[in-house]
């Protein structure tokens, strides 16, 4: 059974920085699909960035445009870690995020029914 587990939220003020961490229980592919998903009150679940491994040291990574340059994704498949460093935090970025995982390789990286498994989120919070 796969389980992911998100820690690193919190509030910070716009410009400051968070590194969120999803812990996985259980076995995922490195080549499979691995996204973070943000959900902000009143609005859809929304892909902010993804990742698989290509090989061993080589990862291809995905990111929505409005975090392209302040956000990246990365993984560490010895401790079967994926992380997401934020910087230039804005309000707009204040929302839910959500780590998944797929349990195949088939789909696009920001369709939430490509992922079958899902964290139960943390709370990002960047004021004015």
């Known amino acids: 059974q796969v389980q992911l587990v998100e820690s690193g939220g919190g509030s910070v003020q716009a410009g400051g920085s968070l590194r969120l961490s999803c812990a996985t229980s259980?076995?995922?592919?490195?080549?499979?699909?691995r996204g973070w998903f943000r959900q902000a009150p009143g609005k859809e679940r929304e892909a902010v960035a993804g990742?698989?491994?290509?090989?061993?040291?080589?990862?291809?990574?995905f990111y929505a445009d409005s975090v392209k340059g302040r956000f990246t994704i990365s993984q560490e498949n010895g401790k079967n870690m994926v992380y997401l460093n934020m910087n230039s935090l804005k309000p707009e970025d204040t929302a839910m995020y959500y780590c998944?995982?797929?349990?195949?390789?088939?789909?696009?990286?920001?369709?939430?029914?490509?992922?079958?498994?899902w964290g139960q989120g943390t709370q990002v919070t960047v004021s004015a």
């Open positions: 998944a995982a797929a349990d195949q390789t088939l789909g696009r990286w920001y369709e939430p029914r490509t992922y079958q498994y």
């Open positions: 259980g076995y995922i592919r490195s080549s499979n699909y």
């Open positions: 990742i698989y491994n290509i090989y061993d040291g080589a990862s291809s990574s």
